[in-house]
């Protein structure tokens, strides 16, 4: 997803370690001069030795390359606590959660109920995505591709409080959702820990909950552990209470249960976002007759549709990647500090703030009525500092804020951009307390800005003076942030000579609140052509209203019906 045209995904600020590019360097080499031209014979059986499986331009097995396999089952058992699960690499978590929906969720289930899924609000947008695009009418297929959680057939979006999931109403919602006859129309919960966009890690008695809890109505957990390294208060410690062995307790522990999925990156602690490269793990107990075991021969076959397998040479350097090991990603989490702190304290002004102790992001809440979109935009376009919207995640009126993307001299000078915005932006300024307009003022405002129209029409002068009228937050007929001006333009290129005529005077409705009825005129392929905002014959009654600021900035400019509620 981007706004203005950047990508919005959090990144890290450092590079892969060195071994990733060594790995990378020898395989190059290696197969640049192959000590060993049989080895091409060899090249789907993945073998590391004899027939050479270090060979990077063919498949390679579609749950992953041998080595880093049996490397990441080593690292998930003594990092994460999950003992012998099947491993499957991915190009990246979020084809990993593809793999999932497409694995899990059924259009017909054993009720012929088209089977449910649970994010909870604020939630990942490309979760929402990924669920959206396998669903029909809203879905990206359908003709309301919006990002609109709650349309999203079989979706259910949960609440949060302080970005924690309510699980109260998850047990209702599992509870009303139970079949007589056993099973339940909810196939699977998502969870991001730590949170994306929250930046809240979740402590592990809440995760210890949601395991219980999934496992008691036997529907499917999804973890996404994407930002493992980056529980920065160590919230999801077993605790000292446990009878677990101080020395064999792992450093983010996963819950080893048959219905838990859980989801890894190389994207964001080992900083190789460009090399998709993630992996999935699913429980192995209980053998074939496993519910782990079933759902990954099922997920084997999406496998092999979408990617066949990630690419050799990604996870070679992913490979090389795990030799750096936990404590060198520490080492570079560690440097995030500096523009956390910055970032928080920029962010501080506003009323609610979340996050900070988890995953790279922090989330503020604007002050009522200003739009995050149209904040996010301005923020961009005036201060150079991009943040993305909280109604991308469902939570309009936040935004969410990144602070891992720059290193730390950077960032704080993003912080101090960031912080200006929001001071200019959401404080009430000076004149906004001060006595709304005049009405001659008024008057006088919406006569310049059919005069500037009209000017513009003609062709004596651009349209820039009528965006010199407008707030940053103007809605210009319809038209919001970014779109307002190629927007504007492109209408009056489309009205040829287009020119505004009051049909009475502008007449005051309320405070800064002005409206007049009018006539235009343009021309189409040199036919005139008159539309009357009132119109007898239709019956039309209609004016155009103008919205203004106590600073006598254009706020909102749009047609209505003359008696229309302000
Ligand atoms: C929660 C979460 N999952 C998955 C991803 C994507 O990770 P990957 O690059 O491994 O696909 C992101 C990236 O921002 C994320 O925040």
Redesign the pocket.
Known sequence: MQINGKMI??VSSWKPPTSTYEALAAAVQENITPQNDDSVKFGMDGATSGGDGSIIHTYCPDEGYPPLLEALKTKLQTENGLHNPHVMV????????VNCVLTLLDENDEQGNISKCVVFEPY?F??VMAVQSVRGGQGCGGTAATLDAKNVEGLLVGPTSQGIPDLNWLRTQLEQNKYKEGGNAIRMITL?NP??PTGVSLPYSFLKQITELTKEYGVWLVM?N??EHFDIDKMNTIPSSSDIDEQQRPDYPCFDEEHVIN?F????GYAM?GF???YIALSSKNGSNGRGTKAYEEMLKVQDTIAICTSRLSQMAALGALQAGREWVYDQVKTLDVGREAILDAISSLDETIGGNG?MYVMGKLPDGTGDKEFASSLIEHYGVAVIPGSFCGLPGWIRVCYSNLPPDKCKVAAARLKKGIDELTMPSPSSQEEPLSDDKLINLAKDFIQYKNAAGKGDSSLDSVFAMCSSSVDLYGLKGEEVRPGFISFFEKHEGLHHDFIDEPSIVSSNVVQYPFTKQWRVDGEDKVWKSIDTSKPRDKVERLYFDDKGKLQKVTVVEKDAPL
Do not use: P
């Open positions: 995904h959090g991915t190009s990246g978590a979020n084809q990993a959660f990942y490309n979760h991001v949170g994306n996404d994407t930002y989801i990156s190389f994207s964001k976002a998709r490269v993630g995953a």
